[in-house]
């Protein structure tokens, strides 16, 4: 199964140093974190309208010092005025908005000349918006299943100004937030508390494991970028989510300093070309063969447990 196919304030306070036999525990230690998100898919439901999704992700945005996100939109979703509407609300919030191309198509499945040209057709959608920068995110992460398609993409970005809105810390948001709509079109008043404790003990799953896989292949610390989905799930929970990063202690930074970066001019020599940036430099390193997983992150991967817990 193709993965995605369906279709915070900085520490609490400054910690005094406390030697405990290695090193002090200080402020300028803790990881940092940044919040993307993809697509930009609208739709009611019956527990959240459009409207209301997005003004509750925003809101929680906003609630932990303005924080800044990068939101890559497929031009597909906003093909009316009012989803564009929706979109306007985060670029005059100041929201970086970049390409997610037009069609959200599978690189693997595409050829280079089909969809180099639905990127400049995505562009043409959010050009217009004074928010829009010139980063692209590749559908799926999914950057070539040959050398040949992963160096044309590379040229092509390079040649119309682009630069690649890699991800370090993949998740899959996308697949617990299909679960949650189906279990809603079922039980309408489900409990949602057990579908949180499971998304935000994913999530931060997932930071670990790749902040720790950062820290092996690169040694030091790095500015994270989340990926994460405009779905359901992060409707209700995205205040949840910045919190918790709070409360463990990350801090929470705007997206377009996460981007500066060295880590974000990475181009990995690897096919099938892809996946978190940290993947594939762990994946070129050829150190981690055994820890590493492909695709990096899947619905498979949770559905056990998913189904184990009744969720």
Known sequence: MKRRGFISGALGGIFAAKLIGTKSILADDAP???????????????????EQRNRAMLEALRNHSNLKAVIFVAGKYISDETKREHLRAWNDAGHVIGNHSYS?????????????????????VVKDFRQFKKIFRFPYLKEGN??????QMRQFLKANEYRNGHVTIDASDWYVDTRLRERLKKESKADLAPYKSFYLAHLWERAK?????????????????????????????????????VDKGWKLIDAETAFTDPIFSAAPNIVPAGESVVWALAKESKKFDKELRYPGEDGDYEKAKMDKLGL
């Open 32 to 50: 940092q974190i940044s919040f993307t998100f993809d697509d930009f898919n609208l739709f009611d439901t019956p527990i959240l309208s459009a």
């Open 104 to 124: 959200h198509l599978f690189y693997h499945d595409a050829s280079f000349e089909t969809f180099s040209c639905d990127v400049l057709r995505g562009e043409a």
């Open 146 to 151: 040959t050398a040949e398609k992963r160096d």
């Open 209 to 245: 494991y790749y902040d720790d896989l950062a820290q092996k292949v690169l040694g030091r610390q790095i500015k994270h970028t989340l990926l994460l989905h405009h779905n359901v799930v992060n409707g209700l929970f995205l205040a949840d989510v910045l919190q918790m990063f």
